[in-house]
């Protein structure tokens, strides 16, 4: 079955660390990926996406993923957390299969920056 | 520009009714999809429209459930004989087209309580 998982509930950085938010998937085929931050009472916003070409993707706020395909992840990064980061952070997967478009999301991690 | 646009923000209706959520997304975008998001998980897919008709249905749970997009824009999910496990917020999203490389842009819900 094709899927997404984000294996951390929850993650806690302090301001001005680095931060990690963690994506693996498994789907058949060339997947295209992206990464969504859900703020409180507020739809869901599109960081970045990977379709092709360079592994390293820049988005939107400092944000940028990593594509490894041998690992099948795509691990969202920050150098520099800010407490304005601090959501709900969604991986999708739109799988090879999909000529659709539809997304395939994981169950979101809870990014908590603390000052 | 406007975004997408979803009515009502909440909606509580009692076991067994009939309610419609209607989605407005941006003006020019041919494709539509409907996602539900329950407590806790992410988005999980219904039914993508490209243009009027419904190119993909296979998210639908039972035929309870159903979607219209008549004219290629507004769109309205229907729910008949509604339950509790329906309580859910209902998220639609809009792409200029469903090649699935271009982002989605999300409305801010309908949060539905089925008591």
């Known amino acids: 079955a094709q899927s997404v998982a984000q294996p951390e509930d929850q993650v806690n950085v302090a301001e001005g660390n680095p931060l990690t938010v963690k994506c693996t998937y498994s789907?058949?085929?060339?997947?295209?990926l992206f990464w969504y931050v859900q703020y409180p009472n507020r739809g869901l916003q599109f960081l970045l996406k990977?379709?092709?070409?360079?592994?390293l993707v820049k988005g939107s706020y400092g944000f940028e993923a990593e594509f490894n395909k041998s690992q099948t992840s795509f691990h969202l990064k920050k150098p520099s957390a800010l407490v304005s980061d601090s959501a709900l952070y969604f991986c999708?997967?739109?799988?090879?299969?999909?000529?659709?478009?539809?997304?395939?999301f994981g169950q979101g991690t809870t990014l908590q920056v603390k000052p | 520009g406007a975004g997408v646009s979803q009515t009502p923000s909440n909606k509580v209706t009692e076991k067994g009714k009939y309610v419609e959520l209607r989605c407005d997304p941006i003006?020019?975008?041919?494709?539509l999809y409907w996602y539900r998001q329950s407590l806790g998980q992410g988005p999980e897919f219904l039914i993508y429209?490209?243009?009027?008709?419904?190119?993909?249905d296979s998210g639908l749970p039972n035929d309870r459930f159903f979607a219209v997009r008549p004219e290629g824009s507004v769109s309205t999910l229907k729910i008949q004989r509604t339950e509790r496990g329906d309580s859910a917020v209902y998220l639609c999203?809009?792409?200029?087209?469903?090649?699935?490389?271009?982002?989605?842009?999300f409305g801010p819900g309908t949060r539905l309580t089925v008591l």
């Open positions: 999708a997967v739109r799988p090879f299969s999909s000529n659709t478009g539809k997304l395939i």
């Open positions: 990977y379709i092709t070409g360079d592994n």
């Open positions: 429209f490209q243009g009027t008709g419904a190119a993909d």
């Open positions: 999203a809009s792409t200029p087209r469903g090649t699935g490389d271009n982002e989605q842009f």
């Open positions: 789907v058949s085929g060339n997947p295209y």
């Open positions: 003006s020019g975008h041919t494709a």
